[in-house]
Nanobody
Framework: QVQVVESGGGLVQSGGSLRLSCVAS????????MGWHRQAPGKERELVAY???????NYAESVKGRFTISGDNAKNTVYLQMNNLKPEDTAVYYC?????????WGQGTQVTVSS
């Protein structure tokens, strides 16, 4: 089994920054991918960014240039640095861990950006 726990959400003003963290534990193995998705009220869950265990990162167009995903394999942790936040970034952010045997989601952390 694999578990993931997110932290770092909160309330921030437009233009502000937040950093989300996600720690994976359990039967961790490589190759794997960890990523962030988000779901706003009334909308479908969407990919924000992901990073593979060899450091390849990818981003949604809406966050490119503002968000940076990074990983620490030794700590089984992935971070999402979010800068220049906009009200439309308001959502519950979910961490996902995926490898050949597991596809695990965290419980989510709320990010609210006020205008």
């Amino acid at each position: 089994q694999v578990q993931v726990v997110e932290s770092g959400g909160g309330l921030v003003q437009s233009g502000g920054s937040l950093r989300l963290s996600c720690v994976a534990s359990g039967t961790i193995s490589s190759p794997s991918t960890m990523g962030w998705h988000r779901q706003a009220p009334g909308k479908e869950r969407e990919l924000v960014a992901y990073i593979t265990s060899v450091g390849i990162a990818n981003y949604a167009e809406s966050v490119k240039g503002r968000f940076t995903i990074s990983g620490d394999n030794a700590k089984n942790t992935v971070y999402l640095q979010m800068n220049n936040l906009k009200p439309e970034d308001t959502a519950v952010y979910y961490c996902n861990y995926r490898n050949a045997w597991h596809n695990t989601w965290g419980q989510g952390t709320q990010v609210t950006v006020s205008s």
